[in-house]
């Protein structure tokens, strides 16, 4: 089965650390761009980083908002991609997705209709 399955949601405090995983299977990630977003309740769903393909040098970027806490990476070995989450924020509270993209270039130009694998979402809540 061809598919993507992100986990490593859950409850943190404050100025608290979660590492979210992007596991996929039936496809080889490493030839994908990989974004996670994130939606918060009532608000749209956003971009919050991504890493381009092997093939693309692997660039990565980030939102404003998460820049110099979040970071993005992969394992090859095992066919999956992590986003690193520190000092974390309420305001970072949402369900978060991985989605990946069979696409050469910048990750960061990539739409969400160009992903064809999504997860199935993970929560993460910040809160004291």
């Known amino acids: 089965q061809l598919q993507v399955v992100d986990s490593g949601g859950g409850l943190v405090q404050p100025g608290g650390s979660l590492r979210l995983s992007c596991e996929a299977s039936?496809?080889?990630?490493?030839?994908?761009?990989v974004t996670w977003f994130r939606q918060a309740p009532g608000k749209e769903r956003e971009g919050v980083s991504c890493?381009?393909?092997?093939?693309?040098?692997?660039?990565?970027n980030y939102t404003d908002s998460v820049k110099g806490r979040f970071t993005i990476s992969r394992d090859n070995a095992k066919n999956t991609v992590y986003l690193q989450m520190n000092s974390l924020k309420p305001e970072d509270t949402a369900i978060y997705y991985c989605?990946?993209?069979?696409?050469?270039?910048?990750?960061?130009?990539?739409?969400?209709?160009?992903?064809?694998?999504w997860g199935q979402g993970t929560q993460v809540t910040v809160s004291s």
């Open positions: 989605a990946a993209a069979f696409r050469l270039g910048l990750c960061g130009e990539l739409e969400p209709r160009d992903h064809e694998y």
């Open positions: 039936g496809i080889t990630l490493n030839y994908y761009a």
């Open positions: 890493i381009g393909s092997s093939d693309s040098d692997a660039s990565t």
